[in-house]
């Protein structure tokens, strides 16, 4: 008996890796849905559609305050698994930002403000790169 309560323990998955890979899994999931999106804002300045533009980008924010919402919502069991957990909280804050200053760059273009949407559209890109630098730097800790 002592021993198959020993085998059943020992095979059984270890409740630091499973909340670890569970953080790891929605990070992967929503990371493909923000790519997903910010693809279709890309497309839609692309094409010259800045209506198409500002509704894509609102859902690109829409998308990454969910996503920081269900990061939140994870609890990581391990040191690297929390600072996974911090470093994706801030990578998709940086995300929602970026997308309400596409949105304020799609608006001031609908207005014909170039010289502000331009300086929307690059602050965006700069906040961009913070929140990707984030993003990989939360899969790496998360391996």
């Not at 010259?48 to 269900?70: C, E, G, K, N």
């Amino acid at each position: 008996m002592f021993a198959l309560l020993i085998a059943v323990f020992l095979a059984a998955p270890s409740t630091s890796t499973a909340s670890n890979r569970t953080l790891r899994t929605t990070l992967a999931r929503w990371s493909h849905v923000i790519a997903v999106d910010a693809y279709g804002i890309d497309l839609s300045a692309f094409r010259r559609h800045p209506r198409r533009m500002v509704r894509r980008a609102r859902h690109f924010r829409v998308d990454a305050l969910h996503a920081r919402t269900a990061i939140a919502a994870q609890r990581p069991s391990t040191a690297s698994g929390l600072r996974g957990k911090r470093l994706a909280l801030a990578a998709f804050s940086y995300y929602a930002a970026v997308g309400r200053q596409w949105v304020l760059s799609g608006q001031a273009r609908l207005q014909r403000h170039t010289q502000a949407a331009v300086s929307h559209a690059t602050l965006a890109r700069q906040l961009s790169v913070k929140g990707n630098r984030m993003l990989i730097a939360a899969g790496r800790a998360l391996r």
